[in-house]
């Protein structure tokens, strides 16, 4: 058996990962001199560019189209993009609503600029594709040909965990919260991939996530304080593993309980086709 190919004498799936790795250090380090030499800062749009880019690359080496794992920019593209915006809304709106209900969390009106809005939808939008393309996209597609479907979700979900466990507020029972919720919204963005085939619905599911908990909802995303439409008001005697506290509802209870539930809904809703 070689080590470098396979039967068919193509490069093994986990050595396109290390090749992915290279060029994505490739091309980040001289954005991060340049940013260094003039002083402008390294954006998550950047950042986005970037893995992309990455991505785009090595598919041009196996020659093969970036939509193989994106998918095609069409219709369906479209519904599947819909379909995880319209559940990662729910994933957020439906413990606000449950807090609410109990009386642990209210809502007054935000004074915040249009112009603040449209910067933050921007900024989920960029997150959302910067992090899908990266975890759920070239990575995720030669993990589950080395090592199977399940292995490559566990291993990408530690990875997801790894980089936000420094993230503010991670600290006492909410980054127990925290930890579990996280690890397992990795699975649930990848079962979203597996249900579509595309990178479609886990962005729209990454993205209004991120943008009903921080830009209409006001609380804090991933420990980032947010300016919302809305202002959250949390009673004082209600416990942070209930609301979340400052890292946001992703480390609530509420949140934890959505994360499974829609885990199972997109889960249950077609056999995957990899194994």
């Known amino acids: 058996m070689h080590i470098f190919y396979n039967s068919s004498r193509q490069i093994r799936s986990i050595w396109w990962v290390a090749i992915f ?31 992309v880019a ?14 193989e794992f994106s998918g095609q920019l069409n219709v369906a593209w479209g519904k599947n ?18 807090l609410w209900i109990i009386g642990f969390v209210s809502w007054k009106m935000n004074a915040v600029e249009p112009s603040s809005i449209l910067s933050a939808t ?7 594709i910067a992090e899908e393309f990266l975890f759920r996209g070239f990575v995720f597609q030669r993990l589950i040909e080395s090592i199977g479907t399940w292995g490559a979700q566990l291993l990408l979900a530690a990875y997801f965990l790894l980089i936000h466990a420094n993230n503010p507020g991670m600290e006492g029972t909410i980054r127990i ?23 479609a619905m886990p962005i729209g599911l990454h993205f209004m996530a991120n943008w009903v908990q921080g830009t209409l909802l006001g609380f804090g995303v991933s420990g980032d304080d947010q300016s919302g439409i809305f202002k ?19 480390a609530s209870i509420p949140g934890l309980i959505c994360v499974v539930g829609i885990s199972v809904l997109i889960y249950r809703r077609r056999i995957m086709k990899r194994n």
């Open 177 to 199: 919260v925290a930890s579990v919720n996280i690890f397992l919204a990795s699975i649930m963005f990848g079962l979203a991939f597996l249900r579509s085939g595309s990178l």
């Open 232 to 250: 959250p008001v949390i009673d004082a005697s209600a416990p942070p593993w209930m609301t979340g506290g400052a890292f946001g509802l992703e």
């Open 122 to 128: 921007g900024l989920f939008i960029a997150v959302a």
């Open 54 to 67: 990455a991505s785009w690359i090595c598919q041009l080496l196996r020659k093969r189209p970036l939509s």
């Open 21 to 51: 790795v290279l060029i994505l250090a490739g091309l980040t380090f001289p954005f991060i001199l340049l940013s260094n030499k003039y002083k402008w800062e390294l954006t998550l749009l950047h950042q986005a560019i970037i893995v």
């Open 81 to 98: 993009f819909l379909l995880g915006s319209l559940l990662g809304a729910v994933l957020m709106l439906a413990p606000a609503f449950l």
